[in-house]
């Protein structure tokens, strides 16, 4: 269509694209964050993809509510949502499942705002497609116009940002100065900038306040040379970050207000965190959490700390941490330990080397032991053998009254006095007794680990190099488990099957029922009877190269996505994933 040719009586400067009802002149592609809906002839409603890393994906519907289709339709130009759908109401996807546990407040501009898990991080198929079905959409009282195309929208955005970039080079009409200081560095560095281009960054607050035409800046010896990256992000919004870099652009986002650039550098810590095997990088950064109000960041470290916590405990940094973030460690229940009694011993050991001697400070750390995931002869032998249990008698005391009941009286007397949701009654990541190594890459062979405790690993920079025992065998492979925690169940065995598809080929060709929307999947399948009493919360670990949990997936109907690649996992792994954990966790039911 030539410039200025009539359509509809509607003047059109650039190529309009139509979609559900809207033309839009874009001068490019889909942008990161861009929603569209699919799967309906109806164009209010449909399966919501999202576009992130030059790709369209599908929406988990985990947590999805009305909340988020409210999102989803005001974003697209409608006046609201009027119902959210889960289970691929408008027919399943194809490709990646990019957002998971989406978490929207309703204010959002964007989907990709929300609070989600991280973008490609998921544990769905694509029978969990989330959909929306929006209200009529906003109308723009064009006169003559007909209402499919009152909408238009012409976007050279992107343009701006590099003419901003090309005046602060210049430094063309200037005239507000950061003057910036570093404590050990005699020398001083002058950026001149524009009050105007700069007052328009709604994040900085301390330039509201100010009237001067200067603003001095505090700044470590060892982030000066990233300053010039920070201050031309104020800016222009953009900025180039490498690992390098991560830190000290964090640290001065948080101190000067830039909140977004903050979370984003947050997110980039997952990629430093595996790579100190001595664990001190990971408290350091925990500390800095701490320090700057990260709870971002701070989770990250927590996160990764717990899933690589038997490592942990091995290393001189375990004793580093101090009472209050030992207490908030010890209080989780993603821990990936051997047994509750390892726990207990590495407490001790480092209540030992700390010295701590306020017995109110132990107690409180006791409390977070859970005694009654311990079965009654391994009880008995720690009264024998551990000096804590010497000076805080009657607090063992009390906790072994708990465990003795969880292990002696049956479920449906119990539960009637008993509140078995509490975290003293939840099982944590246990390797040992309810663990099991598969390795994948001896595929249609399988090779199996069975974990057997950490004196079967070899040490390897500080983190636990697993040992293989390759067994050739059928693809799907037996093991069992004690049935439940509980003594009552002690002559009772749990069968599981393991089974591990790279692909929906690999799934055929071993005469398996192949209705999987996304590979590679791991497979627990129970095959006894898990009795009417008891359920099973069970974990998929993803070991990184044979060295540190990467991510944790939840079962779900016994089955657990592996991502894609590595890059999509919590702490981006540099290659595919052949190593994994199957965790059994039995807890009576919860209604």
Not at 137 to 151: A, D, F, R
Not at 414 to 431: F, G, W
Not at 495 to 518: A, F, H, K, P, Q
Not at 521 to 549: H, R, W
Request: proline share 4%; glycine share 6%.
């Amino acid at each position: 269509m030539k410039e200025g040719c009539c359509h509809t009586g509607v003047y059109v400067l650039a190529i309009g694209i139509i979609t559900s009802g809207f033309i839009s002149l874009n001068a490019s592609a889909a942008k990161s964050g861009d929603i569209r809906l699919a799967g309906s002839s109806n164009p209010n409603q449909g399966r919501v993809e999202i576009y992130f890393g030059d790709q369209w994906g599908t929406v988990c519907d985990d947590n999805w509510d009305k909340n988020d289709a409210f999102v989803v339709c005001l974003s697209l130009g409608y006046a609201g949502a009027k119902n959210a759908y889960v289970g691929a109401a408008f027919g399943k996807g194809s490709g990646p499942i990019l957002l998971d546990d989406v978490n929207c407040q309703g204010n959002e501009s964007s989907l990709a705002n929300c609070k989600h898990r991280g973008w490609g991080v998921h544990d769905c198929q694509h029978s969990e497609d989330a959909g929306v079905e929006c209200l009529e959409p906003k109308s723009v009282s064009i006169v003559g116009i007909p209402s499919t195309l009152q909408m238009y929208e012409f976007d050279r955005s992107s343009d701006f940002s590099s003419h901003l970039n090309k005046l602060y080079d210049s430094k063309l009409g200037c005239d507000f100065y950061f003057l910036i200081n570093a404590p050990k560095n005699s020398s001083s560095l002058t950026i001149c900038t524009h009050k105007l281009i700069l007052s328009m960054n709604s994040e900085l607050k301390f330039l509201k306040e100010n009237d001067a035409n200067n603003y001095s800046m505090t700044v470590e010896e060892e982030c000066l040379p990233y300053i010039d990256d920070f201050i031309r992000y104020l800016y222009s919004r953009h900025i180039k970050i490498t690992l390098l870099s991560a830190q000290c652009i964090h640290k001065m986002a948080s101190s000067y207000g830039a909140k977004e650039l903050q979370e984003y550098c947050g997110q980039l810590f997952s990629h430093l965190l595996p790579q100190d095997p001595t664990f001190k990088s990971q408290v350091a950064f925990y500390n800095y959490a701490l320090e700057t109000g990260d709870a971002l960041l701070e989770e990250l470290c927590l996160q990764f700390l717990a899933w690589n916590l038997e490592d942990f405990t091995k290393s001189l940094a375990w004793f580093d941490l101090n009472i209050k973030q030992l207490r908030v460690l010890l209080e989780r229940s993603d821990l990936v330990i051997p047994s509750e009694i390892f726990l207990l011993k590495a407490l001790e050991a480092w209540t030992l080397k700390r010295k701590i001697s306020d017995p109110k400070n132990v107690s409180e750390l006791l409390d977070c032991i859970r005694f009654a995931m311990m079965p009654p002869d391994v009880l008995f032998e720690a009264q024998l053998n551990l000096t804590l249990y010497e000076t805080h008698e009657d607090k063992f005391h009390s906790k072994y009254v708990q465990a003795l009941l969880f292990h002696t009286v049956p479920f449906q007397k119990l539960k009637q006095h008993t509140d078995l949701s509490k975290e003293a009654y939840t099982p944590r990541l246990y390797t040992d007794t309810w663990g099991y190594l598969y390795n994948s890459s001896s595929q249609p062979s399988t090779t199996v680990l069975r974990a057997t405790g950490h004196h079967d690993y070899l040490r390897y920079s500080g983190y636990s190099r697993y040992q293989h025992q390759t067994v050739t065998s059928n693809p799907s492979i037996t093991f069992t488990t004690p049935k439940h925690s509980s003594s009552l169940y002690k002559s009772e065995t749990m069968s599981w099957s393991v089974s591990y598809y790279s692909s929906s080929e690999s799934c055929r060709n071993l005469g398996s029922s192949c209705s999987y929307d996304t590979y590679p999947v791991l497979l627990l399948s129970p095959q006894s009877n898990t009795g009417s009493d008891i359920q099973y919360e069970n974990k998929a670990l993803m070991v990184c190269n044979g060295f540190y949990v990467s991510d944790v997936q939840d079962f779900k109907n016994n089955v657990a996505v592996v991502p894609q690649n590595g890059s999509q996992s919590v702490f981006p792994c540099s290659s595919k994933y052949s190593v994994y954990r199957y965790i059994v966790r039995p807890v009576y039911f919860r209604k």
